[in-house]
């Protein structure tokens, strides 16, 4: 197998679980159970878990020994201060586009140092494709809800299949201009690792916990645990 058809392989593994995760939510859209609340809090601690276990295992270990403390310092400020621009950004313009920037925030700079990684790791590559997976799935089904809530079931479907391709583009784009830079990949996985910090506790966090139940933060255990089966598999 080329090693193009690798990535494209790769990175659709760690895209289409958008898809899935949409497929998902709309199988469970507008019915009622009792467990509804527990279970859609439940998932959104989980994918939280998961990305932790990806800023754990994979972007921080794998760029923090490339740059003394003061580059290191700044590179993790700026991941902070960009992602909360961005999310601030996203959340003054509202709407579907809105939702599919913060979908975009982390997925599009893991998947670019996905590409990036075959220079190097291809193992790697494959342990970060699967922690995008195990994190897209969730937030797949939990952006669900709210592109419905501005278009149509089609539209929203279709729009999370176009999203779950963003990866692809992204790997081969990492694979083809950054895979000489070794030092640039490893300031992406860290920039993006402290912004994906800032997503965990300023949207994630609180969107999981549920007044009086004490059972959806379990899910952010379960997300971190996958993501450890996942490390030590590989």
């Known amino acids: 197998m080329s090693e193009t ?20 939510a709309n199988f469970a859209y ?21 990305l932790f276990s990806a800023v754990a295992f994979a972007l921080i270990p794998e760029s923090i020994n490339d740059f003394d403390v003061p580059v290191m310092s700044l590179i993790v400020i700026g991941g902070a201060l960009g992602f909360m621009l961005i999310d601030k950004f996203a959340a003054r313009i509202g ?9 975009m925030m982390d997925f599009i700079p893991e998947a670019t140092a996905l590409g990036a990684s075959f220079a190097v790791d291809k193992s790697f590559g494959l342990l970060l494709a699967i922690f995008i997976g195990v994190q897209n799935l ?9 592109l419905r809530k501005r278009m149509s079931r089609k539209s ?8 779950s391709f963003v990866g692809i583009f992204a790997a081969l784009i990492g694979s083809n201009f950054l895979i000489n830079h070794p030092k ?12 994906i910090i800032y997503l965990i506790f300023q949207d994630i966090a609180p969107m999981s916990k549920n007044v009086s139940d004490y059972i959806p933060a379990t899910g952010a255990c379960f997300g971190f645990l996958v993501g450890m089966i996942g490390q030590q598999l590989v």
């Open 30 to 50: 507008g019915k009622s159970y009792s467990l509804k609340k527990e279970v859609n809090h439940w998932i959104v601690a989980f994918g939280g878990g998961a």
């Open 95 to 103: 709407g579907s586009v809105a939702q599919v920037i913060a979908m």
């Open 156 to 163: 929203t479907l279709l729009l999370m299949f176009a999203l």
């Open 5 to 24: 058809l690798q990535i494209i392989l790769y990175a659709s593994a760690a895209g289409f679980p958008i898809i899935i995760g949409g497929l998902l």
């Open 138 to 146: 969730p937030e797949g089904y939990n952006s669900y809800s709210d």
């Open 184 to 195: 640039a990949v490893s300031g992406m996985m860290l920039f993006a690792g402290s912004g």
